[in-house]
């Protein structure tokens, strides 16, 4: 991983953020990280470049526009470049997460990785955490979440699935839309809150582990409507590692 890409999971909400503002982050990057004594529009757009973002339509423009031709500008243009002027500078220090704490937290998602044996799904978590690492938070959460949901119902249909239909054939909810499993396709007829039911009521999982899914689902629900409510990373985080550990390697397919 390259500093430019390090420097950019360290801006918060990244996959949100408008090309103009990015513009800020780079010059604040060049400058600060890289100690350039200024930065200059080609420098810009290279960034946008190496990290694969639409770049803005005319970083020049921006950056003159912006500079401190009249009062309360963010950049101080020179013959070398621009730079932030000090209250920018420190505007931007303030957001972003830097430092070890915030990469070692997307290399301890990562080793959860080698943890799942199904290539299919590792590759499904490994763009989940993508979806992490760039500040998309509840992609990250639902797109978990519904590699768990996968797992879980692919281990009843493989192992517990006499079991599971003996707690479905007693089911007397109208919203279940299926009376036995006989193919994988039918748990999509079953609403998670319930299907969490009947794998407790099975003795497939414990009552902690519904506890957690439960739990995760109410997580689940938030992230996938545009609610109200910040998704932080510390629980995006726990969410990612707690379903991991204790659901997906805990229950090991064939």
């Not at 350039?36 to 339509?57: D, Q």
């Not at 912006?66 to 505007?91: H, P, T």
């Not at 009376?179 to 003795?203: N, T, V």
């Not at 997580?219 to 726990?238: D, L």
Request: with cysteine; net charge positive; charged share 25%.
């Amino acid at each position: 991983m390259s500093r430019l890409e390090t420097f950019a999971l360290s801006i918060p909400d990244l996959a949100t953020r408008s090309a103009a503002e990015l513009i800020d982050f780079f010059v604040y990057y060049l400058t600060v990280m890289e100690n350039s004594p200024a930065a200059r529009a080609t420098e810009v757009t290279r960034c946008f470049s190496e990290l694969r973002i639409a770049p803005y339509s005319n970083v020049s423009a921006y950056l003159n526009n912006n500079s401190n031709a009249k009062k309360g500008k963010k950049f101080i243009k020179s013959a070398a470049g621009y730079v932030l002027n000090r209250n920018s500078q420190l505007d931007i220090q303030k957001s972003i997460h830097t430092g070890p704490a915030r990469i070692e937290t997307s290399l301890l998602l990562r080793k959860l990785l080698p943890n799942i044996k199904s290539f299919q799904e590792q590759s499904f978590l490994q763009e989940a955490i993508d979806c992490y690492e760039i500040g998309a938070r509840r992609s990250a959460i639902v797109m978990t979440w519904l590699l768990t949901i996968d797992h879980l119902c692919k281990y009843v249909f493989e192992k517990k699935l006499s079991e599971f239909n003996s707690v479905l054939a007693s089911n007397n909810d109208k919203r279940v839309r299926v009376a036995a499993i006989r193919a994988e396709d039918d748990f999509s007829e079953i609403p998670e809150g319930k299907l969490i039911e009947f794998l407790r009521q099975a003795g497939i999982i414990s009552n902690d582990v519904r506890k957690i899914l439960e739990t995760k689902l109410g997580i689940r629900n938030s992230a996938a409507h545009p609610a109200a409510i910040t998704i932080s990373e510390v629980k995006s985080t726990e969410f990612i590692i707690d379903l991991v550990e204790n659901i997906i390697t805990k229950y090991p397919r064939n």
